[in-house]
């Protein structure tokens, strides 16, 4: 099943056509390189696949529900807004589970004092079924997991964002980017520095 499709697409800047008439289908658990010299357009077909920026002509299809995670040539631009330590920026991944787990610990403290009725209950029920399979009660091992095996170590985690060089930035880019489980990553000159 193509997750992605494009339809003669093409991107032109004033009236320079940079590529045109791509019509290309990427399937489900594809693993594909796109190889070319500099200048020809492979930045501008990656973010227009990722839906980061929309083509001057074609068309884009992209399934529903399909989360795309893109790696950028450059990760600065990515955190350059961001006062983050490696640490703190890989718990962005999961601030879902983080506002289930508050929720979780409300409710209770709650029951502590003594409230038990079926609402309250059942809430918590849900709750906890979602947090589970969210993978709520091991995303902070995920996280070491995923550092460890970019080559972060334990020192590196308070380390803020910006005092990481261009090679440590991507890496932890990438390290965020697969704690988000994306259905599709795109890696746009990932051995940069």
């Not at 979602?130 to 550092?147: M, N, P, S, T």
């Not at 991507?170 to 520095?193: F, G, M, Q, S």
């Amino acid at each position: 099943m193509a997750i992605i499709t494009t339809t003669d697409v093409g991107q032109a800047f004033g009236d320079v056509d940079v590529f045109r008439n791509i019509s290309v289908a990427v399937q489900t658990d594809s693993k594909i390189a796109l190889v070319g010299p500099n200048g020809i357009g492979k930045t501008t077909l990656l973010m227009i696949l990722a839906g980061l920026q929309p083509p001057t002509s074609g068309k884009v299809q992209i399934t529903q529900r399909t989360r795309i995670g893109y790696l950028r040539q450059e990760a600065m631009q990515a955190f350059s807004e961001r006062e983050n330590t490696v640490y703190s920026e890989m718990m962005t991944a999961f601030s879902g589970i983080q506002a289930q787990e508050t929720r979780l610990h409300e409710i209770e403290d709650l029951m502590g004092q003594g409230e038990m009725g079926d609402e309250l209950m059942e809430e918590y029920s849900t709750l906890q079924e979602r947090f589970e399979a969210a993978g709520g009660y091991d995303y902070e091992f995920r996280i070491k997991q995923v550092l460890q095996g970019l080559g972060f170590d334990e020192a590196q985690r308070d380390t803020p964002l910006r005092h990481l060089s261009g090679g440590q930035q991507t890496r932890a880019l990438l390290a965020r980017l697969l704690l988000e489980k994306p259905d599709l990553l795109i890696l746009d000159e990932p051995t940069n520095h």
